[in-house]
């Protein structure tokens, strides 16, 4: 019964991450900037985890590790406001759903990959010819989400279309690498929560850094909604669970589950149109390409 209660929450988590992803676009077009509007959400995430962090009384060695450890340790938080950002580029362009499925692309190759070589002090694992299967699997679901009938006006493939994919999985590669840095990190630390604080605040800093050489400044559109500055802490939320029920599931049915919710939230946001983006009807086409992917996911993660 834990484990059922534990897997509805994953599924549930993970379908937030496209509404965060729709928030914070939303609050980069209030701001006029998505830089800043990546700096808010870090910012608000990075305070939410120093709070969660202060109240269990989380442990951060921070010197002992830094003095043990090599420096792709620290990575994460540069790998994970590059996906932010990019996310937030990529949603009002190609709906929520692509948005999630394309990076869902990158991090299941750039996974398989790091495991292969035995990336970043990970065990090597083989390839075999079920997680080949697999990636040909999210491959084609990929294609057949975000391929539009025909009939649109807009029915030829651009080559801005083709970057802005190629953006998206670029992406989900460096979220691989940040899953794979945080979890050597958490490991290190002794906590996943000290690791994602560590993650975070880098992350922050690095925001802050670029903004202030791009002399970024707000263009004020109109006043955003109170819920556009919630999404850091919806970062926040998905980083506690994800720490809480790991140790219950297991690493890879944690993220499967977290994969299962952020894909049927990225359909049900499209076709909804919610958070003022342009809706897009759930088709047979989309849902077969969806299950495709998950099914593809299933097959990397647990293929012999």
């Given at each position: 019964?834990?484990n059922?209660i534990?897997?509805?929450?994953?599924?549930?988590?993970?379908?937030?991450?496209?509404?965060?992803?729709?928030?914070?676009?939303?609050?980069?077009?209030?701001?006029?900037v998505?830089?800043?509007?990546?700096l808010?959400s870090?910012?608000?995430?990075t305070?939410?985890l120093?709070?969660?962090?202060?109240?269990?009384?989380?442990?951060?060695?921070?010197?002992?590790?830094?003095?043990?450890?090599?420096w792709?340790?620290?990575?994460?938080?540069?790998?994970?406001?590059v996906f932010?950002?990019?996310?937030?580029?990529?949603?009002?362009r190609?709906?929520a759903?692509?948005?999630?499925i394309?990076?869902?692309f990158g991090q299941?190759?750039?996974?398989?990959v790091?495991?292969?070589v035995g990336g970043?002090?990970?065990?090597?694992r083989?390839?075999?010819?079920g997680?080949?299967i697999?990636?040909?699997?999210?491959?084609?679901?990929?294609?057949l989400?975000?391929?539009?009938?025909?009939?649109?006006?807009?029915?030829?493939?651009?080559?801005a279309?083709?970057?802005?994919?190629?953006?998206?999985i670029?992406?989900?590669?460096?979220?691989?690498?940040?899953?794979?840095?945080?979890g050597?990190?958490?490991h290190?630390l002794?906590?996943?929560?000290?690791?994602?604080?560590?993650?975070?605040?880098?992350?922050m800093v690095g925001?802050?850094?670029i903004?202030?050489?791009?002399?970024?400044r707000?263009v004020?559109?109109g006043?955003?909604?109170?819920?556009?500055?919630t999404?850091?802490?919806i970062?926040?939320?998905f980083?506690?669970?994800?720490?809480?029920v790991t140790?219950?599931?297991?690493?890879?049915?944690?993220?499967?589950?977290?994969?299962l919710?952020?894909?049927?939230?990225?359909?049900?946001?499209?076709?909804?149109?919610a958070?003022?983006?342009t809706?897009?009807?759930l088709?047979?086409?989309?849902?077969?390409?969806?299950?495709?992917?998950?099914?593809?996911?299933?097959?990397?993660?647990?293929?012999g």
């Amino acid at each position: 019964m834990v484990n059922i209660i534990a897997i509805a929450l994953t599924v549930l988590v993970g379908a937030t991450i496209p509404a965060q992803t729709a928030i914070n676009s939303r609050l980069a077009r209030h701001l006029g900037v998505t830089l800043l509007a990546s700096l808010v959400s870090f910012f608000v995430g990075t305070v939410g985890l120093g709070l969660a962090v202060v109240v269990t009384g989380t442990k951060m060695p921070l010197a002992s590790t830094a003095a043990s450890q090599p420096w792709w340790v620290w990575i994460g938080g540069f790998c994970g406001l590059v996906f932010l950002t990019m996310n937030m580029v990529l949603l009002p362009r190609i709906g929520a759903s692509a948005t999630v499925i394309l990076p869902l692309f990158g991090q299941v190759v750039g996974g398989l990959v790091i495991d292969v070589v035995g990336g970043f002090g990970t065990t090597p694992r083989a390839l075999t010819i079920g997680r080949v299967i697999g990636v040909v699997l999210v491959a084609v679901g990929a294609v057949l989400v975000n391929l539009r009938p025909r009939t649109a006006e807009k029915s030829a493939i651009s080559g801005a279309t083709v970057i802005l994919w190629a953006s998206g999985i670029g992406a989900g590669v460096l979220g691989a690498i940040q899953a794979t840095v945080n979890g050597r990190l958490g490991h290190e630390l002794g906590s996943p929560l000290a690791a994602a604080l560590v993650s975070f605040t880098v992350g922050m800093v690095g925001l802050l850094l670029i903004n202030l050489a791009l002399r970024n400044r707000p263009v004020l559109t109109g006043r955003p909604p109170w819920w556009g500055y919630t999404g850091g802490l919806i970062g926040a939320a998905f980083v506690f669970v994800i720490a809480y029920v790991t140790p219950l599931l297991g690493t890879s049915l944690a993220i499967s589950a977290a994969l299962l919710g952020q894909v049927a939230g990225g359909l049900t946001i499209d076709h909804r149109g919610a958070f003022g983006i342009t809706p897009r009807p759930l088709s047979p086409q989309r849902l077969i390409g969806a299950l495709l992917v998950l099914a593809g996911v299933l097959l990397v993660r647990f293929a012999g």
